[in-house]
Nanobody, 126 residues
Framework: EVQLVESGGGLVQPGGSLRLSCAAS????????IAWFHQAPGREREEISY????????EYGDAVKGRFTVSSDKAKNMVYLQMNSLKPVDTAVYYC???????????????????WGRGTQVTVSS
């Protein structure tokens, strides 16, 4: 059974940093993909970042380019999202999503991912 567990959220002041972690387990091989989404109250879930665990080719949403960095530790099946220069607009629940299916897909599409974590709250406020 695939499980994704996020951690590392919290309250941070504008301009501050947080590092989120996604612990992945149950995937059959390293041919899986992890994306980060966030969802603010009253808004749709929005893509933040993506990483192929096999090819390590990161992608970023326009709102976070240059501020967020996604990375992985394949030995530990961990994916990290380093968030710098945080803004109040970054306040949301952050979700880790996983895809194991083969085939072409858009990393930005929520329905591309079969597995989701429960999320971790990030609040950026002074």
């Amino acid at each position: 059974e695939v499980q994704l567990v996020e951690s590392g959220g919290g309250l941070v002041q504008p301009g501050g940093s947080l590092r989120l972690s996604c612990a992945a387990s149950g995937f059959a091989s390293d041919r899986y993909h992890i994306a980060w989404f966030h969802q603010a109250p009253g808004r749709e879930r929005e893509e933040i970042s993506y990483l192929s665990m096999r090819y390590n080719d990161p992608e970023y949403g326009d709102a976070v380019k240059g501020r967020f960095t996604v990375s992985s530790d394949k030995a530990k099946n961990m994916v990290y999202l380093q968030m710098n220069s945080l803004k109040p607009v970054d306040t949301a629940v952050y979700y880790c999503a996983g895809r194991e299916r083969e085939g072409l897909f858009s990393w930005r599409a929520r329905d591309a991912y079969e597995y989701w974590g429960r999320g971790t709250q990030v609040t950026v406020s002074s």
